[in-house]
C-alpha cells in the first residue's frame, strides 16, 4: 500500500476516533480520552527513557490514567469539588515508585514523571470539564476548538508554504523547529479568528463575537506554543516521532501537541469570563 | 555564639513565623506563605542548578509565586472554580522560557521546572484552602496538622534513637536514609496518633476519634514519604541541607519536606469524607 493511502486511511480513522469520543455518549469520551491519556504519557516518557521503559515511567503512566479516571469519575457524578482530592492521592503514590528501588531510578526520572502529570495527565483530566454543560454531556465546545486548531495548523501550513520558504523569510524559533515561517504564524492566526468567528455564530459554539476572536488568539497561540513545547522535547531526545500508533503519522502526542497547551488556556479564559 | 543558642533562637524564630501566619489574619498568612513558596521553589531548583540559578529556574520561582497568588487571590474573593484557570495560565508562560534560549536551557531542566510546579507550588497553593472555613479566616486546621506532623517527627527521634539504633535493628530505607529505623517509624506513628486523637477533642480540630485516627495516620505515612523523597533529591544533587536560611537547621525544604506530602495528603481525606 503506497505511503499515501496509509496516511490518509489512518488520519480518517484518526479523525472518526476523535469525533466518537465527542459526538456519542460520556461512556466513549471517557474510554477514548482515558486510552489517549495511557499513549500520551507513554509516548512522553519514551522521549525520557529511550527504547526501554523504565519502572518509574510505568508507574507515572498508570498515575496519568488514574488522574484522568478520578477526575472523569468526579464530573460524572457531579463532585467538582473532590479534583483537588484526586491530584493530592495520586502524589504520595507517585513519590513511592523513587523510593522502591533508590540505586535504580534517578532524580532526573523522577522529575521527568512529575513533568508528565502537569504537562499530559493534568490537561487530559481537566479537558473533562469542557463536556459536560450543566451536568449534561456535550462535545461540541470541545470539537469547536479541535476545529479552530486545525484551521490554525492549515493556515500556518499554507501561507507559511505560500510565503514563509523564500530565501531571507522570517523564522518563527528557527533553533527549534527551522521550517515554522512568521508568514505561517499570521496565516494560522488569520485562518483561525477566521474558524472562531463562524464557529461563534453557530450552535456548536455560540459566543459572542468578541470572545470567539479572544478564543482564537489564544488557541492559536496556545497551540504553536505546544507544538514548539514538543519539538523541543523531542529534539533534545533525538527523535523525529514521538510515536507510530498511527501510521504515517507519527504518534499521538505530535497529534495532540498543540491541543495539550491550546485547549488548557482557552478553558482557563472561558473560566474567567464565567462563558462555560 | 555557640551552634546551641543558634540553632535554638532561629528555631524559634521559625516557629514564631509559622505561628504568625496561622494566628493573626488571612493577610499575614497569605504574605508569609507567598515567600515561603518562593524559598521552597528555590532550594528545589538549586538542587538541579548547583550554585548558579538557571534562567528557567527563575521563571519556575516566579510562577510557583504567581500560582501560589493565583489560588489565593481565588480563595480570599471566593471564586474557587478559577483554581483551573490558575493552573492553565501559568502552563504557556512556563513553557515560552524553553523557547527563549532553547540551546542554553536542557529539556532536563525544563522537566525539573515542572516538577516544581507540581512538587512545591501545587501543594502550597492549594494548602490555603485549608485555611479558610466558610470564607473566614481560620488557621486552626493547619496548626494542628503541623502540631501532628511535629509530634510525629519527635516520636520517631526518641523511639529511633532508644530502640532503632542497635545493630541489626531494621531500616526503614536505608539506601535513602541510613539512620531511619523502622522502630522510629512506629513510634512516630504512635505519637502522631496520640496528637491527633487530643487534637480532635480540641477546638482546634474538632474531628470525631475515628477520623483523627485515619488523619494521624495519613500525616504520618505523608510526612515520612515526604521526608524520604526530599532526601532523595538532595542525595542525587550531592547536599547536605537543601539551603542555609535557617541558620543551623538547613533550608526551609528541610523543614517542610514532611508537610509538603503529608497536609495534600490529609486534605484529600477531608475532602473526600466532607470534613471540611
Not at 490518509?8 to 469525533?19: D, E, M, P, R
Not at 457524578?77 to 473532590?82: D, E, I, N, T, V
Not at 497529534?255 to 474567567?272: E, M, Q, T
Request: charge should be positive.
Amino acid at each position: 500500500m503506497s505511503n499515501f493511502w496509509i496516511r490518509t486511511i489512518s488520519g480518517a480513522a484518526y479523525f472518526a476516533v476523535l469525533l466518537a469520543a465527542l459526538l456519542i455518549n460520556e461512556f466513549v469520551f471517557g474510554a477514548i480520552a482515558a486510552i489517549f491519556t495511557g499513549v500520551l504519557a507513554f509516548e512522553f516518557c519514551r522521549l525520557s527513557d529511550g527504547a526501554s521503559l523504565k519502572a518509574g515511567s510505568v508507574v507515572s503512566i498508570v498515575a496519568s490514567v488514574c488522574l484522568f479516571a478520578l477526575v472523569y469519575a468526579c464530573e460524572v457524578f457531579g463532585m467538582q469539588a473532590k479534583y483537588v482530592s484526586a491530584v493530592f492521592f495520586l502524589m504520595p503514590v507517585m513519590l513511592l515508585t523513587c523510593l522502591a528501588k533508590p540505586s535504580a531510578i534517578g532524580m532526573k526520572t523522577v522529575a521527568h514523571e512529575l513533568a508528565c502529570l502537569i504537562y499530559i495527565a493534568l490537561p487530559m483530566s481537566l479537558s473533562t470539564t469542557l463536556v459536560f454543560r450543566g451536568g449534561e454531556f456535550d462535545g461540541s465546545l470541545l470539537l469547536s476548538f479541535f476545529i479552530m486548531i486545525c484551521c490554525s495548523d492549515v493556515g500556518a501550513y499554507c501561507i507559511g508554504t505560500a510565503f514563509g520558504q523564500k530565501k531571507g523569510s522570517r523564522k518563527l524559533c528557527p533553533e527549534v523547529s527551522p521550517l515554522k515561517s512568521w508568514a505561517g504564524f499570521w496565516g494560522g492566526l488569520g485562518f483561525c479568528i477566521a474558524a472562531g468567528v463562524i464557529l461563534g455564530f453557530t450552535q456548536l459554539m455560540n459566543i459572542p463575537v468578541i470572545h470567539s476572536v479572544a478564543l482564537s488568539i489564544i488557541i492559536h497561540l496556545g497551540g504553536t506554543l505546544g507544538d514548539l513545547f514538543e519539538s523541543r522535547w523531542k529534539r533534545d531526545a533525538g527523535v523525529k516521532d514521538s510515536g507510530r500508533i498511527i501510521p504515517g503519522h507519527g504518534g499521538l502526542l505530535d497529534r495532540l501537541d498543540s491541543s495539550l497547551i491550546a485547549i488548557p488556556a482557552a478553558s482557563a479564559y472561558l473560566i474567567l469570563f464565567n462563558l462555560w
